[in-house]
């Protein structure tokens, strides 16, 4: 039975008590947590690492830090010339040669959409640009219509992917592709495989609400605190305790607007291209980092009950799911490694 906690919500998560400073020692020299923060993919990036070679564990951000922006610039909608913009330029007209890694998130993004009877689908695209929750936010609500008028260009069933010949393609003019909702979680994957190449056991690899903790921390799984949406910044209300997972949270705080009371948030229920209402927060616990963040807006679209049934069908998937009336539910593979400490902030 999954666990229900009345009256709570989740939020973005971090790291509590994370140190720069000397941590133990072993044969080979002292052990420190080294750390570097910046911004890819439109987020935040953190990396630390415990490791007793600090140029090594540097050499590594670099190399992570590197990959993002290699990535971005192969899925970013905001580059003229990345492949997913010159797909978008080309739908209904012709298929376009593309790189491997813009081909196998797409796969994957595809088994995604199959999962969630397509809640997450990477061509909710014709969306944004009458809902901007980017860096064009301005707080406008597109009528009714014409989010419904965008709804038949919504369709991942027509993304054509040719490995063979390395192309991807449109079938209909209008479509977009937009891989925001799986893009940092695939680029987490790729740097996890950077971090174990180069030896590296204990470490974070953090993008927005995106999250991959490897080994230890001192010697424990990962403590990773849970803010409460709708408290201050940085506030934890419950805890998940972690080593070789992934953590993805979905939520309507990260970017949103309130108009006459209401909230706006960048989720969007593709059956009716308004935001999805059913949810305020998803966690999800995964050792997949592209399918935690796919997934997370998935199930936060299908609503507590249909989203936790879906959970609990996949094999090493966990989650804690906030209704929209704050009921925060934890699947069972959590029972032991979920504490709450406080109920959270109940408010619109």
Known sequence: MRRVVRGGAIAILIVLSVSCQATSSSRSGQVHVVERVG???????????????EAAARSVFDA????????????????????????????GVQAVPVAGDVRAV????????????????????ALTDIWKFDQDQDNSIPSAEAARARLPLIDYRQIEIDDRAGTVFLRRQGMKINLGGIGKGYAIDRSLAIFRQAGLRDFMIQ???????????????????????R????DSFATVDLTDSTFST???????????????????????????????????????????DAIAKGVFILGPEKGMSLVERIPKLDAV?????????????????FTLLRQPTDAP
């Not at 911004?39 to 070679?53: H, K, V, W, Y």
């Not at 927060?281 to 050792?287: A, L, N, Y």
Request: net charge neutral.
């Open 39 to 53: 911004i890819a993919m439109g987020s935040e990036l953190r990396l630390t690492a415990q490791t007793t070679d």
């Open 64 to 91: 992570v830090f590197a990959e993002f922006e290699r990535l971005e610039a192969l899925m970013s909608t905001w580059r003229p010339a990345s492949d997913v913009s010159r797909i978008n330029a080309a739908a």
């Open 106 to 125: 797409l796969r994957q993004a595809r088994q995604i959409s199959e999962w969630t009877g397509g809640t997450f689908d990477v061509t909710f695209g």
């Open 207 to 229: 993008a927005g609400g995106d999250l991959y903790v490897g080994g230890h921390k001192d010697g424990r799984p990962w403590r990773l605190g849970i803010n409460d949406p």
């Open 231 to 234: 408290g201050r910044d940085g």
């Open 250 to 292: 979905s939520g309507d705080y990260a970017r949103f607007f309130i108009k006459d009371g209401v909230r706006y948030h960048h989720i969007l229920d593709l059956s009716t291209g308004q935001p999805a209402r059913l949810c305020r927060s998803v966690t999800i616990v995964s050792d997949s980092p592209v399918i935690a």
């Open 321 to 337: 799911i906030v209704s929209a009336k704050n009921e925060v539910f934890v699947s069972p593979g959590l029972k032991d490694r």
